[in-house]
């Protein structure tokens, strides 16, 4: 039961910006690109790299435990994090489609360094964060097109 506890400690505060309520009309009013997917993939898309992301934290925290995990790992998840969750903020509240592209960006660079930092700690860990990598891309590429095709004349 304890190990229960301790993967939903690590899965739920990536859910945390799930709980802000979002302007979908302010979605919907943006040009978007011919390869914007259907508003459900980001539901599913996101719930599974969290739960990857979850499984790759817990995973770290079984083999090394958390205060012997190096502060290199833990500051560069505490920025993916907080790029991660400003996302929804900054573009759904803020209605900011540049500062949707900045936080996208972030979130991959974070991300990237996430990927190397947890690689140099446990490799087996890297495998459930491929998916973040892949969708962290997509989003990056995706919020820029947003943000230019509506920007540009």
């Avoid at 996101?46 to 995990?69: C, D, E, H, R, V």
């Avoid at 991660?84 to 360094?113: A, D, K, R």
């Avoid at 690689?119 to 891309?137: G, Q």
């Amino acid at each position: 039961m304890k190990n229960f506890f301790l993967f939903i400690i690590c899965l739920l505060p990536w859910f945390i910006s799930s709980l802000i309520p979002i302007d979908l009309n302010f979605y919907q009013s943006l040009k978007l690109p011919f390869f914007t997917p259907p508003t459900i993939f980001y539901s599913i898309a996101w719930t599974i790299t969290y739960i990857g992301i979850a499984i790759s934290i817990y995973t770290l925290i079984q083999k090394i435990s958390w205060k012997n995990i190096p502060r290199s790992y833990k500051k560069t998840l505490a920025i993916n994090y907080l790029f991660n969750q400003l996302f929804t903020v900054v573009f759904f509240i803020l209605h900011s489609t540049f500062l949707g592209f900045v936080s996208s960006l972030g979130t991959l660079i974070s991300c990237l360094f996430l990927y190397e930092e947890t690689s140099n700690l446990e490799e087996k860990s890297t495998k459930y964060l491929n998916p973040y990598v892949l969708l962290s891309l997509f989003a990056t590429i995706l919020s820029l097109t947003i943000y230019l095709i509506n920007t540009l004349p």
